[in-house]
């Protein structure tokens, strides 16, 4: 059974730039959240997508957008790098009805922005 | 708004002896709470989660947190440390039909003496 996946595991871009990092959850779950984590910080939300909507949203820019596609999978995009972009990306994944609540997560995307 | 505050940036402790992580939290219904373990470059592993009942809440690797509401904490504890436990504790707060978005503290990094 495979976990949440995630790619790439690690990137550099420059400041100005796109990038996109995808996510495959954990089979069965239906429902993808990504967070981003600072160095020395614990994860903080980012937003959530389920029915290929997103669903909520932290407190993040609109540079910050998603999808989640049909087999749920998911993309995270961020426009206009800025060096504060710089961070761990982490997707988790759930089963939104009827599951534990218990969420799972990947092992992270790392994003450099020079 | 929910927030979560560990108090303890890193604690170290000698192989063999017990552990105690502090985790408050803010909260304006009932939480859910969870405790999550990250190891260096690997995504979070839930340890234990706390949604109802028991306060006394048992996880995997012999970890176990106890919820006091008058207290607003949810420590996680541990009677015996092995080695293999350093790495970095994540305490989390989520709502019940939501915990997709969760609130994480800044972490506890664990260090472990032989």
Request: aromatic fraction near 12%; glycine fraction near 10%; hydrophobic fraction near 30%.
């Amino acid at each position: 059974d495979a976990g949440v996946t995630q790619s790439p595991t690690h990137l550099i871009k420059t400041r100005g730039q796109q990038v996109t990092l995808r996510c495959s959850p954990k089979s069965g779950h239906d429902t993808v959240s990504w967070y981003q984590q600072a160095l020395g910080q614990g994860p903080q939300f980012i937003f959530q997508y389920y029915e290929e909507e997103e669903r909520q949203r932290g407190n993040f820019p609109d540079r910050f957008s998603g999808h989640q596609f049909p087999n749920y999978s998911s993309e995270l995009n961020v426009n206009a790098l800025l060096l504060g972009d710089s961070a761990l990306y982490l997707c988790a994944s759930r089963l939104l009805a009827g599951g534990s609540g218990e969420l799972f997560f990947g092992e992270g995307s790392r994003l450099t922005v020079l | 708004a929910q927030s979560v505050t560990q108090p303890d940036i890193h604690i170290t402790v000698s192989e063999g002896a017990s552990l105690e992580l502090r985790c408050n939290y803010s909260y304006g219904a009932t939480p859910y709470l969870f405790w999550y373990v990250q190891s260096p470059g690997q995504g979070l592993q839930l340890l234990l989660k706390y949604f109802s009942g028991d306060t006394l809440v048992q996880g995997i690797k012999g970890f176990e947190a106890e919820f006091k509401r008058s207290q607003s904490s949810f420590n996680l504890r541990k009677p015996s440390v092995h080695w293999s436990d350093a790495a970095e504790y994540f305490c989390a707060v989520g709502a019940n039909t939501n915990a997709g978005k969760s609130t994480f503290g800044d972490g506890t990094t664990l260090t472990v003496k032989p």
